[in-house]
């Protein structure tokens, strides 16, 4: 302690991630290659190769371009997405999403 300052509480850190995490791309972002992982994506910006997040959920936002498989619990598309979509719960294409070459396994697809 210095002076009259309060001593600080180090935060705890989460050791496990829960469904409820979700990582973002960016506007401004690209990425080529091979995207894996274990929790939930938000894309807005622009993916290029393939997208495997099996137990989990895959937005591509309004500004997001992707030309990637994508293999995801579920799949939703507000913006644009070519390539072969394999979702195990749902693929939801909104009205101003945009897909080129989709193949879906699925149980449910929304228009």
């Known amino acids: 302690m210095v002076g009259n300052e309060p001593a600080v509480a180090p935060r705890p850190v989460a050791a496990t991630t829960t469904t409820a995490d979700q990582a973002t791309i960016g506007k401004s972002l690209v990425i080529k290659g091979e995207v894996t992982g274990s929790e939930s994506l938000y894309i807005d910006g ?35 997405v070519r390539g072969n979509l394999t979702a195990s719960d749902r693929v939801d294409i909104r009205s101003d999403g945009r897909s080129e070459e989709h193949t879906s396994e699925l149980q449910s697809l929304r228009h």
């Open 46 to 80: 622009r993916v290029e190769g393939s997208i495997s997040l099996a137990g989990n959920r895959v937005t591509i936002g309004r500004n997001g371009v992707v030309a990637a498989n994508i293999n995801a619990r579920e799949i939703v598309v507000l913006g644009k």
